[in-house]
């Protein structure tokens, strides 16, 4: 090259031309024919599965929601043994027997009952966005731009979100107004799924009715409406294997206290 001066260039796509590169025929499979016993069985055993999953992995807001799913995990760990955990925690907290489903409360009962050593928050992908933007941009730029999830940059829409007009997890005076433009766009959302449930099977409807219900707390100044971002932060994304520790024998106990 440096001695010629001049750079080959090929135009368009390398391809191989070899004939031993050349791709092998392909046979196409005609269609397989299934009895209809067989597909029926096949069908049978699909909603079967679908059903034990439900059971498995669905969520109730009251009694099978976020927080109960954590104190469930943490009980799991000492084999939901109430004297254990007492032993281990300082306390014993129950998600599905109490009023711990509600955030804050469980939050209260945590410090109340758990012996706390250490606080750690793990923002969200919007706030941790928001935070990040607030170095370098104008603040009342951004109060405008990311109040609303049209413009927002801290927030893409999933299909399963429910349609809504503003985020009123940053203001506290406007929340009721904001939170009644999100309350007709809900219901709006909700006519459509109306018209449209023999087609979708009620996806649309169920989004509004949702939507609908998140944006009635807004009215009295609360707000449980964050949107939705599948983001992990980066100091949190822990590939390794998960090792689960046996809960220590009585014996072991025994002798560890008292050596």
Not at 161 to 168: E, G, P
Not at 184 to 191: D, H, I, K, N
Not at 206 to 214: I, M
Request: with cysteine; hydrophobic share 40%; glycine share 6%.
């Amino acid at each position: 090259f440096r001695e010629s001066g001049r750079l080959r260039v090929a135009k368009g796509h390398l391809v191989p031309t070899h004939a031993r590169m050349h791709p092998l025929p392909v046979e196409l499979v005609g269609g397989v024919h299934v009895s209809s016993e067989r597909l029926a069985r096949a069908r049978e055993r699909e909603k079967d599965y679908a059903s034990r999953m439900r059971e498995l992995y669905r969520y109730e807001l009251v009694t099978r929601n976020c927080v109960t799913a954590i104190f469930e995990t943490l009980n799991e760990s000492f084999g939901n043994s109430v004297q254990l955990a007492q032993e281990e925690l300082g306390g014993h907290i129950s998600g599905r027997r109490s009023l711990a489903f509600i955030p804050f409360v469980s939050a209260s009962r945590v410090d109340d009952d758990y012996r706390v050593v250490a606080r750690e928050t793990i923002w969200s992908y919007r706030q941790a966005r928001l935070r990040e933007m607030r170095k370098t941009e104008n603040p009342i730029w951004i109060a405008l731009r990311e109040s609303n999830p049209l413009s927002a940059k801290s927030y893409r829409r999933r299909s399963a979100d429910s349609f809504f007009l503003f985020f009123t997890d940053e203001t506290v005076l406007l929340r009721p107004l904001f939170g009644a433009f999100n309350l007709v766009a809900g219901l709006g959302e909700s006519l459509v799924g109306l018209v449209t449930a023999p087609v979708d099977r009620g996806r649309i409807l169920t989004r509004g009715l949702r939507g609908t219900f998140v944006s009635l707390p807004e009215l009295a100044f609360w707000n449980i409406r964050k949107g939705s971002n599948d983001w992990i932060p980066p100091e949190h994304r822990d590939l390794s294997p998960v090792v689960v520790a046996s809960p220590p024998s009585r014996d072991a106990r025994d002798e560890t206290c008292c050596s």
